[in-house]
């Protein structure tokens, strides 16, 4: 239900993404599993970016970010940092989304290779918006060389929307 409530999202069909999403919650409230409805702010932390909506986006992604760190759960929280500082840097809450970024970097394994393009790509943004041009194109180039060894589309795209913006 997460995934297709993202779909639709990326099909700028934000509602049924946002009652997918809401469906996914539910569910996972009745089983009780707080490891994966942290992890599912993911979900509904992206379809909100996807709406322009970065509130609603760090609303959903702080709530992630808490619970995973409350529960010590570290190779969700380090996705879910790396969206958080992207809602945040689409709030200009640059100082914010740098704590985001070092969150994630200290979470993420190497091999992770989702959440090293997410807090790259955002982190370059934040390094350009501060002035360090050369900084932020070096660090966008690792985010979008790490996601060309990914199969995933939205990842690729991510790293490379972010390079034009470091641009």
């Known amino acids: 239900l997460a995934v297709q409530g993202n779909l639709e999202a990326m099909r700028g069909r934000y509602a049924d993404g946002r009652e997918l999403g809401a469906r996914a919650r539910s569910v996972l409230q009745?089983?009780?599993l707080p490891a994966w409805m942290g992890a599912l702010t993911q979900m509904s932390g992206w379809t909100e970016i996807l709406a322009a909506d970065p509130v609603g986006a760090e609303r959903d992604l702080r709530w992630g970010v808490e619970t995973l760190r409350g529960i010590g759960e570290m190779n969700w929280l380090s996705t879910t940092a790396a969206m958080l500082a992207e809602a945040l840097y689409a709030q200009s809450r640059l100082e914010?989304?740098?704590?985001?970024?070092?969150e994630s970097q200290r979470a993420a394994g190497s091999e992770d290779i989702f959440s090293q393009v997410l807090l790259r790509s955002v982190w370059s943004k934040v390094t350009a918006r501060e002035g360090r041009p050369d900084d932020a194109e070096r660090i966008v180039r690792e985010a979008v060389a790490i996601a060309k060894s990914s199969d995933s589309l939205l990842l690729?795209?991510?790293a490379l929307t972010s390079l034009a913006h470091v641009l």
Do not use: L, P, T
Request: proline share 0%; no cysteine; aromatic share 8%.
């Open 30 to 32: 009745e089983v009780a």
């Open 96 to 102: 914010e989304a740098e704590a985001f970024v070092k």
């Open 156 to 158: 690729q795209g991510e």
